[in-house]
């Protein structure tokens, strides 16, 4: 989990993100390794040390009618890109997909982020221009949910 969580950090710090993280050894082992794991990680490895890692989570396509793999995080330290650990990642994630019969392998990446994005459209991805994104944060959903909070009774 030490290895994650600063995966994690440095990839906020290179994201302009690292005011938002939040997250915890406890709750990265509760949520990959708990009863219920939501996600699944891949560590990428150059000379036996750790150099990058993806994080993902199984979605699903109405339209589809099939499972697929929505990849939270990728990241790769500095001093390793260019090198094939990213390509080699996403190979993994897309053989991960395949072989459980999933149809889609999809992520979101910032806007300003043009050599990601360029790397993205080198192995065939498609952006979603059409599409934005919504969130509810913690906040959000608690006010949302106590709209429709059942009646005591």
């Known amino acids: 989990m030490p290895l994650i969580l600063t995966l ?15 997250a915890t050894e406890e ?5 990959l390794f708990g009863e219920r794991p939501a996600a699944e990680a891949l560590i990428g490895e150059v000379d036996g040390r750790p150099a ?6 199984t979605s ?35 053989r991960i997909a395949l072989e459980r019969g999933y149809g889609r392998l999809e992520w979101w990446v910032l806007d300003w982020n043009e050599p990601a994005k360029g790397f993205y459209r080198s192995i065939g991805a498609e952006a979603m221009d059409a599409w ?21 009774g």
């Open 27 to 31: 709750r990265l082992h509760t949520h």
């Open 60 to 94: 699903f396509s109405t339209f589809l009618a099939r499972p697929g793999i929505w990849l939270e995080d990728v990241f790769v330290r500095e001093e390793h890109r260019g090198a094939g650990l990213g390509r080699a990642l996403l190979a993994e994630l897309a």
């Open 52 to 57: 990058g890692f993806a994080l993902f989570h």
């Open 132 to 152: 934005t994104v919504q969130r509810l944060g913690e906040e959000a959903m608690h006010r949302l949910a106590d709209e429709i909070a059942p009646e005591a």
């Open 8 to 22: 994690i950090r440095e990839l906020a710090e290179y994201e302009r993100l690292a005011d938002r993280v939040v």
